[in-house]
């Protein structure tokens, strides 16, 4: 159970375009879904926490009018980049974890999204 | 951020030996802690975890230590075998009121030889 789909698994755009990212939880409801970054050969960074029916909140750096995330059901959390430039070519992973559960339980994290910005 | 990797530290093991994978986690105040197995090109996958009020826990061929008094945690592997490469990241909720946000640390690529 708890399994996260993330889609697309990658995707190539030419700058100063936006790509929309989708995460979906496929046997579980999530009120709150986490959006990470991860560049190559480095660790996971947490963007923003994205809350069913609410704003997003961000972590201090990442700049919310560059990723907008809408987390419109229970069960879908979407993260655009906006105006996409070479350095925004990364490793965007989703995760979530089943509130049905004890608060300590783990996230689940999707397969990622590899984006490259030419 | 929080927590950042310049580089990717790395494990060299053979097949059949035990290894130990180690952390050391940034927030004294963090209850819970877990232990990830991220392949290459893929999302991290959960392996072991554990709540702040323990200092050991088993599941199959890993074992996961808590050290709250200097912020250590370690993973311990078993019979170490080559489907066991990857990279490890330990994660910490940054909260103690109810799950909040997990942090990550910087990650160890273990690699495995036959």
């Known amino acids: 159970g708890a399994v996260v789909s993330q889609h697309p698994s990658w995707v190539i755009c030419k700058s100063g375009t936006s790509v929309k990212i989708e995460c979906r939880s496929l046997?579980?409801?999530?009120?709150?879904m986490f959006w990470y970054r991860q560049f190559p050969k480095q660790s996971l960074m947490l963007m923003a926490t994205s809350n069913e029916g609410s704003k997003a909140t961000y972590e201090q750096g990442v700049e919310k009018d560059k990723f907008l995330i809408n987390h419109a059901s229970l069960t879908l959390s979407t993260l655009t980049v906006t105006s996409a430039h070479p350095e925004d070519s990364s490793f965007y992973i989703c995760?979530?974890?089943?509130?049905?559960?004890?608060?300590?339980?783990?996230?689940?994290f999707g397969n990622g999204t590899r984006l490259t910005v030419t | 951020g929080e927590s950042v990797g310049l580089h990717l530290p790395t494990l060299s093991v053979q097949e059949g030996d035990n290894s130990i994978i180690n952390c050391a986690y940034s927030n004294s105040a963090s209850d819970y802690f877990i232990w990830y197995k991220q392949e290459s090109g893929k999302g991290p996958q959960f392996i072991i975890d554990?709540?702040?009020?323990?200092d050991k826990r088993q599941g199959q061929r890993v074992t996961v230590l808590l050290n709250k008094t200097v912020k250590h945690l370690s993973l311990q592997i078993a019979a170490t075998q080559p489907g066991d490469s990857a990279v490890y990241f330990c994660a910490e909720n940054h909260g103690n009121t109810g799950f909040q946000k997990l942090v990550f640390g910087t990650g160890t690529r273990l690699l495995v030889s036959p």
């Open positions: 995760s979530a974890r089943d509130p049905a559960r004890s608060y300590n339980s783990p996230l689940h």
């Open positions: 554990i709540r702040s009020n323990m």
């Open positions: 046997d579980f409801q999530a009120t709150t």
